[in-house]
């Protein structure tokens, strides 16, 4: 693999920067950072994680600030509903200190119940008093001093408002909590229309269900045929299709494509869904193994991937009894997309399986551009009217930083997005699999994030008092934002790393990771969410996470095995159980070099 660097002058930074160095032995905090307050916003998974490490480390005064009622972020028991699977394998969305119990339904998947049941059994465990819940915050700014944190803080409650004073933040709300309504879908365009059915965001599913049910009736029933159309193709949005349509209600997926999925007649064996294996046949941003160079810079290894990507998309097909012209397989591509499922076994009161059986009306390629003027229907974009009973708003989301940002602060950390034509160089990765890519999305084409390791703002890499957890796009989220809060520990604990010591050479490593997800996934504006897609590592997360494991100095591929087993080695989370214990020993280890005579 060669990497090739053309640079062009710029009027903003110089036309070539140093890569990151080492910082210096003896490079100490100046004071223990242990005793200041940090606040750790969002009780979500990697919030959950994030706090729990820094207790653990010694961090006294942690806390975990959150509007939700209840713990678990999207896993929240407010934002579950009925028939909401986890679309991962079992085990991939725990923690190390925690074992995941069995799924309390047949088929191998995890409910929203479970998922709701596990995080609060975690908080209760370990996080005992160190949630504040009901409390909304905004205006996060620097303090007056240049070191620590202002923030406001709105009890929900009781709607007093308060400053606070904190020495770090931790950034944990995740990009699954400000939902994006296209205008033409907005509240105010449903005013302006006078639609007359219920208009209402995917996120708040759980908590109007009953209306939608009572507002409806079933397909049988209905005299005056109408439907419920669902905006959106991906895991959502097929969520609910499949709940509304077990429920007897007519509905309608209306997107441009549908998500992706993996399935099988059975399940895959764990050597394989497990393991590094998958991973493999994903080109990351370094190449790490002969294996890996040679599956991404050769001919025959292009053959090969090209291969067992068209292979699983297709026997997913079979295995779920789709037909070779059916609109089901309007899908994003697993190869170059992340938006991908993991459906196992299909289901027989599955969202495919309702499609199959003339429950689920699919109407892709095709987009909602408005509501008609007859108040009872949305308008396609190709002019046709689909009269609906009610309209499930499945569009993604946005960041969710702008609301507790101001505008200062977010241009001073640099947590906005830039725009792509300040970069400096152009880097160009020889990977034959990366050959005929989609085009660029225009929103990927114009904008860049300067998230370091989708963890630190670039801008304020040498302060050590800031972070992020929860805005990387893996697969295996339990594994990953557990690494990321040991990683961001050692950040705040002032620890030897291999990061970036000023924001010049860290925005460095920005500019060519942002070429790099353009290269990698064009079709996905990635700066445009970062709170959520800080950083796409998806089938390379294990990659990913051995390049924050060799940041902190520790062993990396720990599945183990020889040069012929180790690809099918089984992941596990016992593997990360004792990363405090490395990090100290590393430490002292460090402490004591620092204070050897040369």
């Known amino acids: 693999m060669r990497l090739k660097r053309k640079t062009r002058p710029s009027p903003c930074h110089p036309v070539t920067l140093p890569q990151p160095r080492m910082p210096p032995l003896d490079q100490q905090p100046e004071e223990d950072p242990r005793s200041g307050p940090i606040a750790i916003i969002g009780a979500g998974v990697a919030g959950l994680i994030t706090a729990h490490t820094l207790l653990r480390d010694g961090f006294t005064d942690v806390q975990i600030l959150t509007r939700d009622a209840q713990v678990g972020g999207v896993w929240a028991r407010d934002r579950i509903y009925p028939g909401l699977y986890l679309n991962n394998v079992h085990g991939e969305y725990r923690f190390s200190a925690l074992e995941m119990p069995p799924p309390s339904v047949e088929g191998g998947r995890l409910t929203g119940d479970d998922m709701a049941n596990y995080m609060a059994t975690f ?13 909304e915050v905004s205006n996060i700014r620097r303090h007056t001093s240049r070191k620590g944190w202002y923030l406001d803080a709105l009890n929900l409650e009781t709607g007093i408002r308060e400053p606070r004073e904190y020495a770090r933040l931790v950034l944990c709300t995740g990009g699954c909590s400000s939902p994006c309504i296209p205008t033409e879908l907005s509240p105010e365009a449903v005013v302006a229309s006078g639609f007359k059915g219920l208009v209402f965001q995917s996120a708040n599913f759980g908590t109007v269900i009953d209306d939608l049910i009572a507002s409806t009736v079933t397909a049988e029933d209905a005299s005056d045929p109408g439907t419920v159309v669902v905006v959106g193709g991906g895991k959502s949005a097929q969520d609910v299709c499949s709940y509304i349509a077990n429920e007897g209600r007519s509905v309608t997926i209306v ?3 549908l ?21 493999l046949f994903s080109p990351h941003i370094h190449l790490r193994t002969f294996l890996e160079r040679f599956l991404h ?28 012209k059916s609109s089901l397989r309007n899908t994003v591509s697993p190869f170059w997309h992340v938006r991908v499922n ?121 302060n050590r008092d800031f972070a992020v957890n929860g805005a990387c796009v893996s697969p295996n989220n339990g594994y990953t934002v557990e690494v990321a809060s040991h990683w961001i520990s050692s950040y705040f604990l002032g620890d030897r790393m291999r990061i970036p010591m000023t924001p010049e050479t860290a925005f460095a490593e920005t500019e060519r990771a942002a070429a790099w997800l353009k290269r990698r996934y064009p079709e996905i504006p990635t700066a445009l969410n970062v709170s959520h897609t800080g950083y796409l590592a998806f089938w390379t997360w294990p990659q990913h996470v051995d390049d924050l494991l060799e940041d902190m100095g520790l062993r990396v591929m720990r599945g183990g095995g020889n040069m012929f087993t180790w690809p099918f080695k089984i992941i596990d989370l016992d593997e990360i159980k004792q990363l405090k214990e490395e990090r100290d020993e590393r430490r002292a280890a460090m402490l004591i070099i620092s204070k050897t005579p040369v």
Request: contains cysteine; positive net charge.
């Open 297 to 324: 810079t050769t001919w025959l290894g292009k053959k090969i991937v090209d291969f067992v990507w068209r292979g699983l998309a297709d026997s997913s097909f079979r295995a779920a009894g789709i037909p070779a």
């Open 123 to 135: 908080a209760s465990k370990f996080l005992r008093g160190k949630i504040q819940h009901n409390i």
């Open 259 to 279: 998500d992706a999925f993996t399935a099988g007649p059975k399940p895959l064996p764990e050597f394989i869904r497990k393991s590094r294996l998958l991973s």
């Open 342 to 462: 993991d459906e196992g076994v299909p289901r027989a009161n599955g969202f495919h399986a309702l499609v199959l059986a003339g429950k689920i009306d699919v109407v892709t390629p095709a987009r909602v551009r408005g509501f008609g003027d007859d108040r009872r229907s949305v308008i396609l974009d190709d002019g046709r009217l689909i009269r609906a009973d009610a309209v499930v708003l499945a569009t993604g989301y946005q960041s969710s930083w702008s609301s507790i940002f101001g505008d200062e602060t977010m241009e001073e950390l640099g947590l906005n997005p830039y725009l792509a034509a300040n970069t400096t160089t152009v880097y160009q990765w020889d990977y034959t699999t990366l050959k005929d890519s989609p085009p660029l999305h225009p929103g990927a084409q114009r904008w860049s994030s300067s998230l370091y390791r989708g963890l630190v703002p670039a801008r304020n890499i040498a």
């Open 255 to 257: 997107c441009p494509n």
